[in-house]
């Protein structure tokens, strides 16, 4: 069965340096999202991506946050300057349309430790 | 602000018992109302829902949404202990922006 993967599944970083998340979405999706979830939290929505362009983005997706789909089948976020409280766990997610029956599978996600 | 609110938060129950997980929103150009179960990572898709009164089923699962009171109920019937997990709820506008409940943790004793 096709699904979405993602690396690293763990990275720990410095408060101030680069991070750059990867997902491999299911090769025919159209549609792409990152969420991210802080431990004990809600899953929050930060990002969606269609047709190389961003479709919709939350308040935290501010301009330390951004996506890019580099070639056919990666989709990445970047994270400029990592801050303590990016400290997530962060998921990918694709899908196929955004007609009715549609349905996002997850990637098992990557946890994220900023210090 | 969109909104999604659950409830019960929490819910112990015994094998075999009906529970009802409920999600009420208030959403700007509402499209759909998701629900997943988590387990240990990631969200597991189980209904998405766009049309009032239409259930869903799957297997012991089942859920309806009600467009006119905003809201959604979860139905799993004759609970297993492998339903134990965390059922969230989630809304869809009409660009793909998600915005999640804070989940309902079921717990299914022996």
């Known amino acids: 069965e096709p699904e979405v993967t993602q690396t690293p599944s763990h990275q720990v970083t410095q408060m101030g340096q680069e991070v750059i998340l990867r997902c491999v979405p299911i090769s025919n999706h159209l549609y792409f999202y990152w969420y991210r979830q802080i431990l004990g939290q809600k899953v929050e929505f930060l990002v969606s991506?269609?047709?190389?362009?961003?479709?919709?983005k939350s308040e935290i997706f501010d301009d330390q946050f951004s996506v890019e789909r580099p070639d056919g089948s990666n989709f990445t976020l970047k994270i400029r300057s990592t801050k303590l409280e990016d400290s997530a766990m962060y998921f990918c997610a694709s899908s196929d349309s955004l007609a009715v029956n549609y349905e996002q599978y997850f990637g098992p996600g990557t946890r994220l430790t900023v210090t | 602000e969109d909104k999604v609110v659950q409830s019960p938060l929490s819910l112990v129950v015994h094998e075999g018992d009906t529970v009802t997980l409920n999600c009420s929103y208030e959403v700007t150009n509402f499209r759909s109302l998701l629900w997943y179960k988590q387990e240990k990572k990631a969200p597991t898709f189980l209904f998405m829902l766009t049309s009032s009164g239409i259930e869903k089923k799957s297997g012991r699962l089942s859920s309806i949404l009600d467009k006119k009171e905003l809201f959604s109920i979860l139905n799993i019937t004759a609970t297993q202990t492998g339903d134990s997990a965390v059922y969230l709820c989630?809304?869809?506008?009409?660009?793909?922006?998600?915005?999640f409940g804070d989940g309902t943790t079921l717990t299914v004793k022996p």
């Open positions: 991506f269609y047709n190389n362009e961003i479709s919709e």
């Open positions: 989630a809304s869809n506008t009409n660009a793909g922006k998600s915005t």
